[in-house]
């Protein structure tokens, strides 16, 4: 059965790759979380939310996951530009719905596993992650 699981993993790989870094591509950030997967061999998709779109069942996902507050950049310039009566009342549907419309709200990278989601890169959280995620 192990064996079999194996298998099917590397099926799996070939098909897909498991782990997708979500966000755009001229963001400082993003390049840098691009550069370490990159520098590790690690396989993964780039998904770029403004090339690319992002579904709403994918942004109901992460908001109940991480929850909007972690997903947001309060410190972007997407937050920064709303109105202060749309950021007081932002809750977690007020904030999937500023998030389709203005894809640059979420905290860049977002990372998704296939296990679980990460905002933000540093290479010691990227450390972590993939220490505890083996692939």
């Known amino acids: 059965m ?5 298998h099917e993993y590397r099926i799996a ?18 390049k840098k979380a691009r550069r370490w997967l990159d520098e590790r061999g690690i396989d993964y998709q780039f998904h770029d939310f403004r090339a690319d779109g992002l579904s709403a069942d994918s942004v109901q996902e992460w908001i109940e996951e991480l ?29 999937k719905d500023a998030i389709l ?6 905290k860049r990278p977002l990372l ?9 890169f540093s290479a010691d959280s990227y450390e972590k992650i993939f220490a505890r995620h083996t692939l």
């Open 2 to 6: 192990i064996c079999y699981a194996a």
């Open 67 to 95: 929850g909007w507050e972690t997903l947001i950049n309060k410190r972007s310039t997407s937050w920064k530009q709303l109105d202060a009566k749309t950021r007081d009342a932002m809750n977690s549907g007020s904030a």
């Open 112 to 120: 998704d596993t296939g296990h679980a989601h990460f905002t933000g």
């Open 101 to 106: 419309k203005q894809p640059t709200l979420i």
């Open 13 to 30: 790989r070939w098909s897909k790759p498991l782990i997708t870094l979500y966000g755009i591509k001229n963001c400082d950030t993003v």
